[in-house]
């Protein structure tokens, strides 16, 4: 045999765990001389197949031949596909079959080969075959070494979820061979790293300490190849590979332990589930995405924060573990971007989570069940304990409240965190300077772990933990720095001063002699990559350092080229960050020249930072002299370092954080109760410990401080004082701090310290704190928002803010407070929250940064109860699919475009629509320079004013971050800084380009003159900037008034359609794009139906003039790109590119004839379609065009690269992707693993999923139907389209409920074989009884000549539907009414005079409009999950005038300034509500009988409504209407001056010369008096005249699509409702 050596672990007494590398050999012989057999099945999968089967095949048959028995034994290999999926029923039974087909008998060996799939499943197929056969475990990932091979557990998962069916069965052997793992790709590899960390951190601090330290060194192992066979020997072993197997080798060890002890899991075993409570339960709803080992990740940190909780472990063993699984590129929390960033993660809602744990295994009852940790290495109990769902609930939620009271700790004594300014410096200190240092009480937070990982990275120094950690002892490097490995980047989430400090260090690197990467590359979150680290950049490349931006200029990341520091003179602009100056000092030792350092820029900022630095120099052995003026004897800002190495003293401490402590103290100052800190005293190096004193004390606090402590006691709650002015430049970090508490400070300051400026006595004027802009956010914009939801106000200043103080019992509860990433928010704001009630503290993760237990301190310690909120209710994450609208206002939108392009027009509609405020930056220049920007321009030239613009830019974006509309001038993208702006801001904002045609653009600009001329041909001027338009805008609105007529002709029907509707697609697409009012299909996830058409055309605009026809039913348009050819390739064949400018006018010309949204379809031919396969980047550039125009439904194909796709998920914004896979093979199988792997993929690519097959006989549709019942019953699952092209497959789309494609008769070919038209399906429907006939009814009296039957039952008919529309006069709501509406087959009805009010008492709900209006006039009735019915009453005929108006008002009326009601009856209650709704400012009302309009007023508390007194008379300075609803009978009015007892209409009602509506609700005669008064004197101002009869059909509309839940083919029943009309009048 070959020789090889071999590791033997005993596991349940037998020696049965082999280790060791390359053992193929072995395990063959091993296998067919112990095991003796007459067959042995190997099962594998394809990938591990694809690297081992070979030589195993290969050994097998070298070895049987020499086997000497008669009949020699078989050797049969069994493949399997990858993943997951396999470990189903259907993939036993496949074994099973496989088995069977076989002839295996009960002495077959199986060979489960492969990760924790196959082990679990051929284990469980092995356990059960024969009633058992004998196993042999063959793990090749790293997760199935370490814990899916040992111990028996064996199993498969159902659609209940993981790993339900099972049994202990334990293989013969399990082989350990650590050469497998070399061809495992590294996220596989981490992803057993979990389990590897789980083991150590539940049973030995010294593995883990292992691990902790040699992350790289293990990466290294597994990703250096091994040739010949080396390794297999002792001999031929490297320290690599030794390493690497005595990890594994150690973490089995553990595990066969436990194991042995208790097999069954009745106790100890257990402790391997550390992490896997809550792991699993992520796992559950991440799945495929994201992996066991990474969910488990999670859920270690989750479970050792829930010990924590419970006051078991520390904060410093959290920070080891996130520490060590992040060396391993795990996951920690489900913030992570890899974790957020998927569709799946808004279903990770805490009660879902809870409700997964329920079904774990290990619980018993009620309790979950958790392993608890009490320190690296040691578990609190020998087993999992119980702990309550709310602890659990606190740890999963994502934001937390704060419950108020008097602390129950009072009086509080205790110590912050170690300061984060401190342990940073001290880390950079140590790391470069010579010998050993021991920190102590070191900040354990995301900020130091960043700099430890980069210094590690950049091999600056080596790090080790001491007592369980609460020591780092850092080996210094003394200034030897390298460049990060190959590929490597130091990344630094959203960690300011390691940025900062590293910056500079990274130039330290010496440039080194071998050919390794040339460059560091530092970079961070996106916040981080919008910070500014200009300046520091600045002096160091003048100072000769190569430091390059790779994205916006000025902020990171940045490329660094190692060439040392040269050192010298270094001048700096200090005035935004004193970091800048603390970086260049701390590093400026090690420069080859000795350092002046001389601070330029006006005032230095946060000079006690820059103190602290040079303190800590000094005690490191570096003394710096900083120059004195020899006249003036003052401090001047230049410092001069000379050259050394930093002498690392044996042990350093670090102080407690001082801006830390102004949290605890500030709760003690406003609950009235007392706290003392120790280790913060009057000797602090760090400025923020000046707080007690200078903002407490004076606020009314008792404050003792001596050198080493500090104690506050508050005055009775309610006392504190404002502080009138306070300038905070010495401690801006507690700034915030400061800002809660002078929120409820409403007494007068102390006397000497009000303001002189003001009158106001609440006032706390903070000052000195203007770099608190470029924090973690922009810290002074968010404190003023977040207190103005209190109801504070407060002012912005230059350099801070003011704050009005309230009394506590002003304040508004029940808020919650948007934290930014911000850990001073969100804990400054949890000091407001302990006295305003139900206060919720959004993000509570961002304290991480500085005080990770806070919740738990702020519990534990001080005595403040915190319970979890989460914020994510499962119906939020529904709606996304249903296009409901947004509850919080959107980031605003930034609109650009050339000059003329329409940006003032379009963004005014658009704030009109949205009801945000709209900002035109021209306004806001001429106000703020109080000049033209012609004479600007005139006086100071255009690259002043270019600069000047910009620098506006920036300050609109910081002011109104949200809720805005802001228009820019046309040249804004001509400077590189106002680009890069604009392109940071589409990063997470709308930028918003407006296109419009150059000819239609120079014909506009001839008429225009305000703005300065461009000087040089607009072509050129146009051309310059369309790319950078491009660049800089995340959005494109086409302006499509020349873009239509121009590339289509002028005489294309489409061209001639009125242009009216351009305010609905505004509404459309900016409360899409915003996601105030997403433009989603309603049907889609909800129990509805629905369809989509497929447009087919090679150019839809001649079809779009049939639209209404075409898409009767629908819920949405198909654009089937792939099929589009521009005029010039109009007889192009075969597969074919469309130009993107041919597909933005057609979707331009969609949007202009309907409001259905569209289905963004690029096909390519192996999936059916007509684009070629191999034009992904095309492909792509389409899909981006998409998302740029705010596409409704793009549809994905899966087989494109999965990273493009989630890249270009992270930018659809509120659109969504349909995901889908198409097989036209006809091979595809409904219930193989396959498709379920197809069907996993594209969930969790897409929100929805697509998948097609092709049928082959009427069963195959039996089993689509099963596969989607089976994923749609897994909780939260997306919305899924299946169905079966060919006729076969016919039945599959009737039964699809999810936008099934639809043709139509009209249509020149279908887009697929077997695709059915919208009306057969419904008739499909009917006869399979899904679609029963229903009865429909109008209650009233006189009724007879109503024109409703006819509305309605030529949409039933135009919808296919099998329901009837009746008359039922009567005369009262009684018997027969009542005896309609309970029979089965009760569909709905309309409600018409007299009957509004008096059906009222029939209905068991109303909705909120007919509560408020006081009257229904249609009734729904809802099946409810029990199956019973209830009746629902609506009001309608508000939507109706609003809608009338709406789609009528001019464009010179963007929202009304006033409107008039006529009128004081019962649909006048109607009309004020929709005016309201409709936006219009003031609503006056004119009856004649006054006291009735006044009962309406009263009628409407809430609404401004004007009662005047004569038609014409409007209130004194008030603007005349611009709408105007008559809902008086038209014989009682009349123009005519004689006319006796009516009511005298005269021209001066139309007095508003901008044009408006008028609607006369009544509809005889047609052209009531109103109306052609109207039409004569004042159509020719713009006026529009709207008959009663399109009020019916609009409400009629309505009631449709309540009732069937299907948009109203509006076109075909205004048609047939106006020729019966007509019909009627004419006979009259
Ligand atoms: N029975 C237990 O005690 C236990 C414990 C933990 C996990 N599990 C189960 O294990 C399963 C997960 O196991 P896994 O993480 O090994 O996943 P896996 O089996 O799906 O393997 C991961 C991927 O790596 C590929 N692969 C495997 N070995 C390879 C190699 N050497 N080279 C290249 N590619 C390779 C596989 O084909 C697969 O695509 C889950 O079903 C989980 O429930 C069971």
Same mark, same amino acid.
């Given at each position: 045999m070959v020789a090889t050596d071999i590791l033997k672990i005993s596991i349940l007494g037998k020696e049965s765990i082999h280790c060791g590398i390359h053992l193929i050999p072995y395990i063959v012989s091993t296998v067919l001389e112990t095991l003796p057999a007459s067959t042995y099945v190997l099962v594998t999968d394809t990938n591990v197949a694809s690297f081992h089967l070979s030589t195993f095949e290969a050994e097998f048959k070298e070895a049987i031949q020499k086997v000497s028995a008669e009949t020699k034994p078989r050797f049969i290999p069994f493949i399997i596909p990858p993943g997951e999926t396999s470990k189903s029923r259907e993939g036993k039974a496949q074994i099973e079959d496989f088995l069977l087909l076989n002839k295996c008998t009960r002495d077959t060996v199986m060979l489960a080969l492969g990760g924790g799939v196959i082990g679990d499943l051929v284990g469980f197929v092995a356990a059960t075959f024969m009633r058992g056969v004998r196993l042999c475990q063959i793990p090749t990932t790293l997760l199935a070494m370490v814990d899916s091979s040992v111990g028996g557990k064996t199993a498969i998962d159902t659609p209940h979820g993981k790993n339900l069916i099972g049994a202990f069965w334990q293989p013969e052997y399990t082989f350990i061979d650590a050469a497998f793992l070399e061809t495992l790709p590294t996220r596989e590899f981490s992803n057993g790293m979990a389990e590897v960390v789980k083991t150590a951190a539940i049973w030995s601090d010294k593995e883990f300490a292992d691990l902790e330290t040699r992350s790289s060194e293990i990466f290294a192992a597994i990703q250096t190849p091994s040739s010949n066979n080396s390794g297999r020997t002792l001999s031929t072993r490297s320290e690599a590979q030794q390493l690497l197997l005595s990890i594994v080798v150690g973490s089995i060890s553990v595990k066969a332990h436990i194991v042995t002890i208790d097999e069954r899991e009745t106790g100890l075993r257990n402790l391997v589930n550390f992490g896997h409570t809550i792991g699993h339960a992520i796992e559950a709803v991440l799945t495929p995405a994201i992996l066991h080992g990474e969910c488990v990740s999670i859920g270690i940190l989750y479970e050792a924060e829930v010990a924590r909780q419970l006051g078991?472990?520390?904060?410093?063993?959290?920070?080891?573990?996130?520490?060590?699984?992040?060396?391993?590129?795990?996951?920690?929390?489900?913030?992570?971007?890899?974790i957020a960033s998927l569709p799946a993660a808004k279903l990770l809602t805490v009660e879902r989570l809870l409700d997964i744990m329920k079904v774990d295994k290990k619980n018993s009852g009620s309790q979950k069940k958790i392993v608890l940790l009490s320190r690296i290495g040691k578990t609190y109990e020998e087993k999992a304990s119980d702990v309550s769902d709310q602890i659990i609930a606190k740890i999963l939620s994502d934001a937390v409240k704060v419950i108020p009271g008097v602390p129950s700790k009072d009086p509080v004594r205790m110590a912050t965190p170690g300061s984060k300014s401190i342990s940073n410096r001290a880390l950079v200190l140590a790391a470069l300077g010579k010998g050993t240092c021991r920190l102590k009480n070191l900040l354990h937070s995301d900020d130091t772990q960043v700099m430890m990982t980069a210094l590690l990275d950049l091999k600056g120094a080596s790090f080790e933990w001491e007592d369980e950690g609460e020591t780092l002892v850092v080996n210094g490097g003394a200034g030897a720095l390298s460049v990060p490995e190959q590929g490597k980047e130091i990344y630094l989430g959203n960690a300011g001063t390691a940025a900062r400090f590293l910056t500079t260090v990274c130039t330290l690197v010496q440039k080194s002699s071998s050919a390794q990467p040339s460059t560091t590359v530092v970079t961070g979150n996106a916040r981080m990559k919008q910070r500014p680290i200009g300046p520091l950049v600045d002096a160091l490349r003048s100072n000769g350092s190569q430091v390059e931006y790779l994205e916006s200029q000025g902020c990171l990341p940045l490329s660094i080229t190692p060439a040392g520091l040269k050192g010298g003179k270094i001048q700096l602009a200090a005035s935004v960050s004193s970091q800048y100056v603390s970086s260049i000092l701390l590093c400026a030792p090690y420069a080859a020249e000795p350092v002046t350092l001389e601070l330029t820029g006006g005032q230095v900022i946060s000079q006690p930072y820059i103190d602290m630095t040079l303190a800590m120099m000094k005690t490191f052995g570096v003394a710096v002299v900083r120059q004195v003026d020899p006249v003036t004897k003052k401090l001047l800002d230049v410092y001069h370092i000379p050259k050394g190495t930093y002498v690392n003293p044996a042990e350093y401490s670090i102080e407690s954080d001082a801006s830390s402590a102004t949290y605890p103290l500030a709760i003690a100052a406003i609950t009235g109760t007392s706290c003392t800190i120790a280790n913060i005293g009057s000797s602090s190096l760090q400025g923020d410990a000046r707080f007690a004193k200078e903002v407490l004390e004076p606020m009314g606090c008792q404050v003792v401080q001596s050198e080493n402590e500090t104690t506050v006691k508050g005055p009775p709650i309610g006392q504190l004082k404002a502080l009138g002015l306070i300038d905070m430049e010495p401690m801006t970090d507690a700034f915030l701090t400061a800002s809660v508490l002078a929120a409820v400070a409403a007494n007068q300051p102390k006397a000497g310290r009000e303001l002189q400026d003001s009158d106001a006595k609440n006032v706390t004027r903070i000052v000195g704190i203007a770099n608190q802009r470029v924090k973690e956010c922009n810290r002074i914009k968010a404190m003023i928002d977040e207190l103005a939801k209190f109801g504070i106000q407060t002012k912005e200043l230059n350099d801070g803010l003011e704050i009005y103080?309230?009394?506590?019992?002003?304040?508004?509860?029940?808020?919650?407070?948007?934290?930014?990433?911000?850990?001073?928010?969100?804990?400054?704001?949890?000091?407001?929250?302990?006295?305003v009630r139900e206060t919720v503290i959004e993000e509570k993760r961002c304290v991480d940064k500085t005080w990770p237990n806070w919740w738990d301190d702020l519990e534990n310690k001080i005595g403040l109860k915190v319970d979890g909120v989460d914020l994510a209710s499962p119906s939020d994450a529904e709606a996304s699919f249903k296009g409901s609208p947004s509850k919080s206002p959107s980031a605003s939108v930034v609109i650009v475009g050339m000059r003329g392009s329409g940006k003032t027009f379009i963004g005014q509609l658009a704030a009109a629509t949205l009801q945000w405020p709209f900002v035109d930056a021209d306004f806001y220049f001429v106000e703020k320079h109080k000049v033209e920007v012609r004479a600007f321009v005139q006086q100071n030239g255009w690259p002043a004013f270019r600069e000047a613009e910009t620098h506006i830019l920036r300050e609109l974006l910081e002011r109104y971050p949200t809720g805005h509309i802001l228009s820019l001038g046309g040249g804004i993208v001509e400077t590189a800084a106002a680009r890069e702006t604009l392109k940071s801001y589409a990063k997470h904002g709308q930028v918003v380009h407006i296109v419009r045609e150059i000819d239609e653009v120079v014909r506009y600009l001839g008429e225009e003159s305000s703005r300065p001329a461009y000087g040089e041909p607009i072509a050129d001027v146009f051309r310059r900037r369309e790319p950078w338009f491009a660049e800089c805008c995340n959005y494109e609105f086409v302006n499509h008034t020349g873009v239509i007529s121009s590339s289509l002709g002028d005489d294309t029907p489409i061209a001639k359609k009125p242009t009216a509707s351009i305010r609905g697609e505004i509404a459309r697409f900016f409360g899409h794009i915003t996601g105030q009012y997403p433009n989603l299909a309603a049907n889609v996830g909800s129990d509805k139906r629905s369809y989509f058409l497929s447009l087919t055309f090679p150019d839809i605009t001649p079809a779009l003039i049939h639209v209404d026809e075409l898409a009767v039913g629908v819920d949405a348009i198909e654009l089937r790109v792939d099929l589009l050819r521009a005029p010039q390739d109009k007889d192009a064949y075969g597969p074919y590119i469309p130009p993107n400018s041919h597909v933005v006018t057609q979707i331009a010309a969609i949007r202009r004839t309907t409001s259905l949204p569209i289905v963004f379809t690029v096909r390519t031919t192996s999936q059916g379609g007509s684009f070629p396969d191999d034009a992904e980047d095309e492909a792509f550039s389409l899909f981006d065009l998409a998302t740029r125009m705010g596409v409704e439904y793009i549809d994905i194909e899966i087989s494109w690269s999965q990273k493009r796709i989630r890249d270009l998920n992270s930018r659809k914004g509120h659109s969504l992707l349909i995901a889908s896979w198409h097989d036209w093979s006809g091979k595809m199988a409904w219930d193989s693993a396959l498709t379920k792997d197809k069907y996993d993929l594209a969930a969790s690519l897409g929100d929805i999923v697509k998948l097609v097959g092709k049928a082959n006989s009427l069963e195959d549709n039996l089993r689509l139907h099963d596969f989607v019942s089976r994923v749609n019953s897994v909780p939260g699952s997306k919305p899924i389209i299946a169905i079966n092209m060919g006729v076969e497959g016919q039945l599959s789309r009737i039964l699809n409920t999810t936008f099934?494609?639809?043709?139509?008769?009209?249509?020149?070919?279908?887009? *697929?074989?077997? !695709?059915?038209?919208? *009306?057969?399906? !419904?008739?499909?429907?009917?006869?399979?009884?899904q679609l029963p006939s229903q009865r429909f009814f109008l209650f009233g009296n006189p009724i007879t000549t109503s024109m409703s039957p006819t509305l309605h039952n030529a949409a039933f008919s135009a919808l296919n539907l099998p329901y009837t529309y009746e008359y039922l006069e009567t005369d009262d709501v009684g018997q027969i009414i009542r005896a309609a509406v309970v029979a089965p087959d009760f569909g709905g009805a309309s409600v018409t005079i007299p009957f509004k009010l008096d059906i009222i008492p029939l209905m068991d709900s109303l909705s909120p409009e007919a509560q408020i209006i006081g009257a229904v006039n249609t009734i729904i009735p809802i099946t409810q999950e029990d199956g019973s019915r209830v009746l629902h009453g609506d009001n309608t005929d508000w939507i109706a005038i609003r809608e009338c108006i709406r789609s009528r008002l001019p464009t010179s009326v963007l929202l009304p300034e006033a409107a008039l009601v006529i009128g004081a009856g019962g649909t006048s209650r109607a009309a004020v509500f929709a005016l309201h709704k409709l936006g219009s400012k003031r609503i006056y009302v004119y009856n004649r009988t006054r006291s009735k309009a006044q009962i309406l007023v009263d009628a409407f508390p809430q609404i401004r409504i004007e009662v005047i007194d004569a038609l014409g008379a409007w209130p004194a300075n008030a603007p005349p209407p611009s709408v105007i609803v008559s809902t008086v009978p038209a014989s009682a009015t009349s123009t005519d001056p004689s006319a006796s007892n009516t009511l005298l209409l005269s021209p001066s009602l139309f007095a508003s010369d901008k044009g408006g509506v008028v609607l006369d609700v009544a509809y005889k005669p047609a052209l009531t008096p109103l109306l052609s008064l109207a039409a004569s004197t004042a159509s020719a101002k713009g006026w529009v005249a709207v008959q009663g009869l399109e009020m019916l059909l609009e409400q009629g509309y309505v009631q449709i699509e309540r009732w069937t839940g299907r948009r109203c083919p509006k076109a075909v029943v205004s048609k047939t409702v106006w020729a019966k009309y007509e019909d009627v009048i004419s006979k009259d």
């Amino acid at each position: 045999m070959v020789a090889t050596d071999i590791l033997k672990i005993s596991i349940l007494g037998k020696e049965s765990i082999h280790c060791g590398i390359h053992l193929i050999p072995y395990i063959v012989s091993t296998v067919l001389e112990t095991l003796p057999a007459s067959t042995y099945v190997l099962v594998t999968d394809t990938n591990v197949a694809s690297f081992h089967l070979s030589t195993f095949e290969a050994e097998f048959k070298e070895a049987i031949q020499k086997v000497s028995a008669e009949t020699k034994p078989r050797f049969i290999p069994f493949i399997i596909p990858p993943g997951e999926t396999s470990k189903s029923r259907e993939g036993k039974a496949q074994i099973e079959d496989f088995l069977l087909l076989n002839k295996c008998t009960r002495d077959t060996v199986m060979l489960a080969l492969g990760g924790g799939v196959i082990g679990d499943l051929v284990g469980f197929v092995a356990a059960t075959f024969m009633r058992g056969v004998r196993l042999c475990q063959i793990p090749t990932t790293l997760l199935a070494m370490v814990d899916s091979s040992v111990g028996g557990k064996t199993a498969i998962d159902t659609p209940h979820g993981k790993n339900l069916i099972g049994a202990f069965w334990q293989p013969e052997y399990t082989f350990i061979d650590a050469a497998f793992l070399e061809t495992l790709p590294t996220r596989e590899f981490s992803n057993g790293m979990a389990e590897v960390v789980k083991t150590a951190a539940i049973w030995s601090d010294k593995e883990f300490a292992d691990l902790e330290t040699r992350s790289s060194e293990i990466f290294a192992a597994i990703q250096t190849p091994s040739s010949n066979n080396s390794g297999r020997t002792l001999s031929t072993r490297s320290e690599a590979q030794q390493l690497l197997l005595s990890i594994v080798v150690g973490s089995i060890s553990v595990k066969a332990h436990i194991v042995t002890i208790d097999e069954r899991e009745t106790g100890l075993r257990n402790l391997v589930n550390f992490g896997h409570t809550i792991g699993h339960a992520i796992e559950a709803v991440l799945t495929p995405a994201i992996l066991h080992g990474e969910c488990v990740s999670i859920g270690i940190l989750y479970e050792a924060e829930v010990a924590r909780q419970l006051g078991i472990l520390n904060q410093v063993a959290i920070g080891r573990l996130a520490r060590c699984l992040k060396a391993y590129n795990l996951p920690i929390s489900v913030t992570d971007p890899r974790i957020a960033s998927l569709p799946a993660a808004k279903l990770l809602t805490v009660e879902r989570l809870l409700d997964i744990m329920k079904v774990d295994k290990k619980n018993s009852g009620s309790q979950k069940k958790i392993v608890l940790l009490s320190r690296i290495g040691k578990t609190y109990e020998e087993k999992a304990s119980d702990v309550s769902d709310q602890i659990i609930a606190k740890i999963l939620s994502d934001a937390v409240k704060v419950i108020p009271g008097v602390p129950s700790k009072d009086p509080v004594r205790m110590a912050t965190p170690g300061s984060k300014s401190i342990s940073n410096r001290a880390l950079v200190l140590a790391a470069l300077g010579k010998g050993t240092c021991r920190l102590k009480n070191l900040l354990h937070s995301d900020d130091t772990q960043v700099m430890m990982t980069a210094l590690l990275d950049l091999k600056g120094a080596s790090f080790e933990w001491e007592d369980e950690g609460e020591t780092l002892v850092v080996n210094g490097g003394a200034g030897a720095l390298s460049v990060p490995e190959q590929g490597k980047e130091i990344y630094l989430g959203n960690a300011g001063t390691a940025a900062r400090f590293l910056t500079t260090v990274c130039t330290l690197v010496q440039k080194s002699s071998s050919a390794q990467p040339s460059t560091t590359v530092v970079t961070g979150n996106a916040r981080m990559k919008q910070r500014p680290i200009g300046p520091l950049v600045d002096a160091l490349r003048s100072n000769g350092s190569q430091v390059e931006y790779l994205e916006s200029q000025g902020c990171l990341p940045l490329s660094i080229t190692p060439a040392g520091l040269k050192g010298g003179k270094i001048q700096l602009a200090a005035s935004v960050s004193s970091q800048y100056v603390s970086s260049i000092l701390l590093c400026a030792p090690y420069a080859a020249e000795p350092v002046t350092l001389e601070l330029t820029g006006g005032q230095v900022i946060s000079q006690p930072y820059i103190d602290m630095t040079l303190a800590m120099m000094k005690t490191f052995g570096v003394a710096v002299v900083r120059q004195v003026d020899p006249v003036t004897k003052k401090l001047l800002d230049v410092y001069h370092i000379p050259k050394g190495t930093y002498v690392n003293p044996a042990e350093y401490s670090i102080e407690s954080d001082a801006s830390s402590a102004t949290y605890p103290l500030a709760i003690a100052a406003i609950t009235g109760t007392s706290c003392t800190i120790a280790n913060i005293g009057s000797s602090s190096l760090q400025g923020d410990a000046r707080f007690a004193k200078e903002v407490l004390e004076p606020m009314g606090c008792q404050v003792v401080q001596s050198e080493n402590e500090t104690t506050v006691k508050g005055p009775p709650i309610g006392q504190l004082k404002a502080l009138g002015l306070i300038d905070m430049e010495p401690m801006t970090d507690a700034f915030l701090t400061a800002s809660v508490l002078a929120a409820v400070a409403a007494n007068q300051p102390k006397a000497g310290r009000e303001l002189q400026d003001s009158d106001a006595k609440n006032v706390t004027r903070i000052v000195g704190i203007a770099n608190q802009r470029v924090k973690e956010c922009n810290r002074i914009k968010a404190m003023i928002d977040e207190l103005a939801k209190f109801g504070i106000q407060t002012k912005e200043l230059n350099d801070g803010l003011e704050i009005y103080g309230k009394p506590i019992s002003e304040l508004a509860t029940g808020v919650s407070v948007h934290c930014y990433d911000d850990h001073r928010v969100a804990m400054a704001f949890s000091v407001l929250a302990s006295v305003v009630r139900e206060t919720v503290i959004e993000e509570k993760r961002c304290v991480d940064k500085t005080w990770p237990n806070w919740w738990d301190d702020l519990e534990n310690k001080i005595g403040l109860k915190v319970d979890g909120v989460d914020l994510a209710s499962p119906s939020d994450a529904e709606a996304s699919f249903k296009g409901s609208p947004s509850k919080s206002p959107s980031a605003s939108v930034v609109i650009v475009g050339m000059r003329g392009s329409g940006k003032t027009f379009i963004g005014q509609l658009a704030a009109a629509t949205l009801q945000w405020p709209f900002v035109d930056a021209d306004f806001y220049f001429v106000e703020k320079h109080k000049v033209e920007v012609r004479a600007f321009v005139q006086q100071n030239g255009w690259p002043a004013f270019r600069e000047a613009e910009t620098h506006i830019l920036r300050e609109l974006l910081e002011r109104y971050p949200t809720g805005h509309i802001l228009s820019l001038g046309g040249g804004i993208v001509e400077t590189a800084a106002a680009r890069e702006t604009l392109k940071s801001y589409a990063k997470h904002g709308q930028v918003v380009h407006i296109v419009r045609e150059i000819d239609e653009v120079v014909r506009y600009l001839g008429e225009e003159s305000s703005r300065p001329a461009y000087g040089e041909p607009i072509a050129d001027v146009f051309r310059r900037r369309e790319p950078w338009f491009a660049e800089c805008c995340n959005y494109e609105f086409v302006n499509h008034t020349g873009v239509i007529s121009s590339s289509l002709g002028d005489d294309t029907p489409i061209a001639k359609k009125p242009t009216a509707s351009i305010r609905g697609e505004i509404a459309r697409f900016f409360g899409h794009i915003t996601g105030q009012y997403p433009n989603l299909a309603a049907n889609v996830g909800s129990d509805k139906r629905s369809y989509f058409l497929s447009l087919t055309f090679p150019d839809i605009t001649p079809a779009l003039i049939h639209v209404d026809e075409l898409a009767v039913g629908v819920d949405a348009i198909e654009l089937r790109v792939d099929l589009l050819r521009a005029p010039q390739d109009k007889d192009a064949y075969g597969p074919y590119i469309p130009p993107n400018s041919h597909v933005v006018t057609q979707i331009a010309a969609i949007r202009r004839t309907t409001s259905l949204p569209i289905v963004f379809t690029v096909r390519t031919t192996s999936q059916g379609g007509s684009f070629p396969d191999d034009a992904e980047d095309e492909a792509f550039s389409l899909f981006d065009l998409a998302t740029r125009m705010g596409v409704e439904y793009i549809d994905i194909e899966i087989s494109w690269s999965q990273k493009r796709i989630r890249d270009l998920n992270s930018r659809k914004g509120h659109s969504l992707l349909i995901a889908s896979w198409h097989d036209w093979s006809g091979k595809m199988a409904w219930d193989s693993a396959l498709t379920k792997d197809k069907y996993d993929l594209a969930a969790s690519l897409g929100d929805i999923v697509k998948l097609v097959g092709k049928a082959n006989s009427l069963e195959d549709n039996l089993r689509l139907h099963d596969f989607v019942s089976r994923v749609n019953s897994v909780p939260g699952s997306k919305p899924i389209i299946a169905i079966n092209m060919g006729v076969e497959g016919q039945l599959s789309r009737i039964l699809n409920t999810t936008f099934s494609p639809v043709t139509h008769p009209l249509l020149p070919n279908k887009a *697929a074989p077997g !695709q059915l038209s919208f *009306a057969q399906i !419904q008739s499909a429907l009917h006869l399979i009884g899904q679609l029963p006939s229903q009865r429909f009814f109008l209650f009233g009296n006189p009724i007879t000549t109503s024109m409703s039957p006819t509305l309605h039952n030529a949409a039933f008919s135009a919808l296919n539907l099998p329901y009837t529309y009746e008359y039922l006069e009567t005369d009262d709501v009684g018997q027969i009414i009542r005896a309609a509406v309970v029979a089965p087959d009760f569909g709905g009805a309309s409600v018409t005079i007299p009957f509004k009010l008096d059906i009222i008492p029939l209905m068991d709900s109303l909705s909120p409009e007919a509560q408020i209006i006081g009257a229904v006039n249609t009734i729904i009735p809802i099946t409810q999950e029990d199956g019973s019915r209830v009746l629902h009453g609506d009001n309608t005929d508000w939507i109706a005038i609003r809608e009338c108006i709406r789609s009528r008002l001019p464009t010179s009326v963007l929202l009304p300034e006033a409107a008039l009601v006529i009128g004081a009856g019962g649909t006048s209650r109607a009309a004020v509500f929709a005016l309201h709704k409709l936006g219009s400012k003031r609503i006056y009302v004119y009856n004649r009988t006054r006291s009735k309009a006044q009962i309406l007023v009263d009628a409407f508390p809430q609404i401004r409504i004007e009662v005047i007194d004569a038609l014409g008379a409007w209130p004194a300075n008030a603007p005349p209407p611009s709408v105007i609803v008559s809902t008086v009978p038209a014989s009682a009015t009349s123009t005519d001056p004689s006319a006796s007892n009516t009511l005298l209409l005269s021209p001066s009602l139309f007095a508003s010369d901008k044009g408006g509506v008028v609607l006369d609700v009544a509809y005889k005669p047609a052209l009531t008096p109103l109306l052609s008064l109207a039409a004569s004197t004042a159509s020719a101002k713009g006026w529009v005249a709207v008959q009663g009869l399109e009020m019916l059909l609009e409400q009629g509309y309505v009631q449709i699509e309540r009732w069937t839940g299907r948009r109203c083919p509006k076109a075909v029943v205004s048609k047939t409702v106006w020729a019966k009309y007509e019909d009627v009048i004419s006979k009259d």
